[in-house]
């Protein structure tokens, strides 16, 4: 998935409920991206924001994002 700034996504971490197989058709979606590097962290919640509302257009359902880097 990328991001406005063309930022590519180097890995996904599903958790919560769907991860532990505990999840409702209600559950919402638990995801860590993993970025090589964020670089500037000053914007880091405008992008874990855009993360979430593109996440919810292919989903249809509530998305919770933590994004992070390998550094």
């Known amino acids: 998935m990328r991001l406005t700034a063309g930022t590519v996504a180097a890995g996904w971490v599903l958790a919560g409920m769907i991860r532990r197989c505990e999840a409702t ?3 919402d979606i638990n ?3 993993i970025f090589d590097d964020l670089a500037d962290y000053s914007c880091r919640w405008e992008q874990q924001l ?6 919810l257009d292919e ?5 919770d994002l933590f994004g992070t880097d390998r550094s």
């Open 25 to 27: 058709p209600r559950s």
């Open 31 to 33: 995801l860590i991206a």
């Open 59 to 63: 989903t249809d359902h509530a998305v």
């Open 50 to 55: 855009c993360l979430e509302s593109l996440a």
